[in-house]
T-cell receptor, first 114, second 113 residues
Framework: SQQGEEDPQALSIQEGENATMNCSYKTSINNLQWYRQNSGRGLVHLILIRSNEREKHSGRLRVTLDTSKKSSSLLITASRAADTASYFCATVLPIYNQGGKLIFGQGTELSVKP | EAQVTQNPRYLITVTGKKLTVTCSQNMNHEYMSWYRQDPGLGLRQIYYSMNVEVTDKGDVPEGYKVSRKEKRNFPLILESPSPNQTSLYFC????????????FGDGTRLSIL
């Protein structure tokens, strides 16, 4: 089964609200990354959090990592219609394991209504 | 502009007709990889390359070939395409290894009839 699994699969909110997406994984990681994919486009890297970090911020994005629970969350504050996209977590295996293999979850589809 | 360029963006072809999807990056990245994206299955890695002349299988390599003769290029070859290879394909690259932020191309939508 997938290393990274996102929850929920789909999320619909109003503009201005916060959006929270969760990611769970199964094995030890080197780091965890979040990506955004607009419809029909390639993935865009949002934020990377290392296994020894607990929280990271970038603009309106806040990512947390709990290695004891093997989970991460992505919070988008004050959402905008332009945030409508699919969001993926990608867990990175340790370097000794296949050079740090990147494994994607199935994504959360976020819809922000104006 | 830093980018990963894939060609073609769209292709409809028939079973058994060899095809190549090109991928080129202008960022001098060592690591390059190919993924396919299918509904309900997410992104799955096909092949990756840690540097020139170094390639290795990902999770779903069957039916695909790659080569890395130059640092900037990483073509994906389907020698005898079949309908189950109909998918959305992405090339990605990064400095170092897979644990670095990946830069993705805009994707190639392949339909094999």
């Amino acid at each position: 089964s997938q290393q990274g699994e996102e929850d929920p699969q789909a999320l619909s909110i109003q503009e201005g609200e916060n959006a929270t997406m969760n990611c769970s994984y199964k094995t030890s990681i080197n780091n965890l990354q979040w990506y955004r994919q607009n419809s029909g486009r390639g993935l865009v890297h949002l934020i990377l959090i290392r296994s020894n970090e607990r929280e990271k911020h970038s603009g309106r994005l806040r990512v947390t990592l709990d290695t004891s629970k093997k989970s991460s969350s992505l919070l988008i504050t004050a959402s905008r219609a332009a945030d409508t996209a699919s969001y993926f977590c990608a867990t990175v295996l340790p370097i000794y394991n296949q050079g740090g293999k990147l494994i994607f979850g199935q994504g959360t589809e976020l819809s922000v209504k104006p | 502009e830093a980018q990963v360029t894939q060609n073609p963006r769209y292709l409809i072809t028939v079973t058994g007709k060899k095809l190549t999807v090109t991928c080129s990056q202008n960022m001098n990245h060592e690591y390059m990889s190919w993924y396919r994206q299918d509904p309900g299955l997410g992104l799955r890695q096909i092949y990756y390359s840690m540097n020139v002349e170094v390639t290795d299988k990902g999770d779903v390599p069957e039916g695909y070939k790659v080569s890395r003769k130059e640092k900037r290029n990483f073509p994906l070859i389907l020698e005898s395409p079949s309908p189950n290879q109909t998918s959305l394909y992405f090339c990605a690259s990064s400095f170092g290894r897979a644990n670095q932020p990946q830069h993705f191309g805009d994707g190639t939508r392949l339909s094999i009839l």
